[in-house]
């Protein structure tokens, strides 16, 4: 396994630390900051497995695959436990979590056709999007309670845009598919 896949596995093993951190008082008040720390280390190896990978020759079917899935599994952590902390509607969580699973979906219908799909920039700016906006809600700063709500909004619909970019992009897949 290369660096870069490692890194990408290293960003799903940091999830459960991240969750603990954010639901419970083990860490009393500074519980936030830790699974602030653990996020943005998370966020961060994202960003660094995927400019190791491109630039060093190392990208794989197995890192395109997983890399995005480790993103999802991050952001979606997130996300249910802001609901659970009433920082974020429900029904917003489950639009974002949606376009997961349809992208998740869709992604193995492209397998099965032998066709390995990778992140597109729409996806990559919701990626971005979702981590700062995270990381705003992480924080929950009062003074910073508008640039959390643009940056809510903003994920909603870069998450939205993504999937119907996504969608017109490989309706060839659909196609191929049978669907």
């Excluded at 890399?67 to 974020?88: R, W």
Aim: hydrophobic share 60%; net charge positive; glycine share 6%.
């Amino acid at each position: 396994m290369n660096l870069p896949n490692k890194l990408t596995c290293l960003r799903v093993v940091l999830i459960p630390f991240f969750v603990l951190f954010m639901l419970t008082d083990l860490a009393g008040a500074a519980g936030r900051y830790f699974a602030l720390f653990i996020f943005a280390a998370a966020s961060f190896t994202d960003f660094l497995d995927g400019y190791l990978a491109r630039r060093d020759n190392l990208v794989t079917n197995f890192g395109k695959f997983l890399d995005p899935l480790a993103d999802k599994l991050l952001v979606c952590s997130a996300l249910i436990c802001f609901v659970e902390q009433g920082l974020l509607p429900a029904w917003m969580v489950i639009v974002i979590i949606a376009r997961e699973f349809v992208i998740s979906a869709f992604r193995l219908i492209a397998s099965d056709n032998g066709v390995v799909i990778a992140a597109s920039y729409w996806g990559k700016f919701k990626t971005v999007s979702q981590m700062v906006m995270t990381i705003l809600l992480i924080l929950h700063i009062p003074s910073l309670y508008a640039a959390e709500q643009i940056c809510i909004w903003l994920a909603l619909i870069l998450t939205v845009v993504s999937l119907i970019d996504y969608l017109v992009k490989n309706k060839e897949v659909l196609k191929q598919g049978g669907m």
